[in-house]
């Protein structure tokens, strides 16, 4: 991603007129914890377009499925940890890849990774 498209440029009147909402809405949002605006030294808040997007998936989820801001909350935090999690297995088959292409590694071992409060297995098998 650009750095553009995280650079807070909009204020909030422009945001509630983009997205047709109230900047009450907006503020109420960022009450909840559900968006995390800029601000300027005057503590005038400022959007990014990662910022608005982020808005865009709030009203999808309160507007089309009825979900409640508790419930955008969870939804969004939960969100968070999957992508998390998708991360890491992507870097633990990374590993494994590498490790598949080093001659001094058995190929018929696993790559066992320890987290804090939970293990992390990932089992290829690889045929030689």
Excluded: C, F, W
């Excluded at 009203?59 to 992508?83: D, E």
């Amino acid at each position: 991603m650009s750095n553009s498209y995280k650079e807070p440029v909009y204020l909030i009147s422009m945001v509630a007129e983009i997205l047709n909402i109230h900047p009450q809405t907006l503020r109420q949002y960022e009450r909840e914890g559900l968006i995390y605006p800029s601000r300027t030294n005057g503590k005038i808040r400022l959007y990014s377009q990662e910022d608005i997007d982020n808005i865009k998936v709030v009203l999808n989820l309160t507007r089309n499925l009825g979900v409640n801001l508790a419930g955008v909350s969870m939804i969004l935090k939960q969100n968070k940890k999957i992508n998390k999690l998708e991360n890491e297995i992507l870097k633990y088959k990374k590993e494994l890849e590498r490790l598949k292409h080093d001659t001094l590694v058995p190929h018929d071992k696993a790559l066992i990774i320890k987290q804090q409060q939970y293990d992390v297995v990932v089992v290829e098998e690889i045929i030689v």
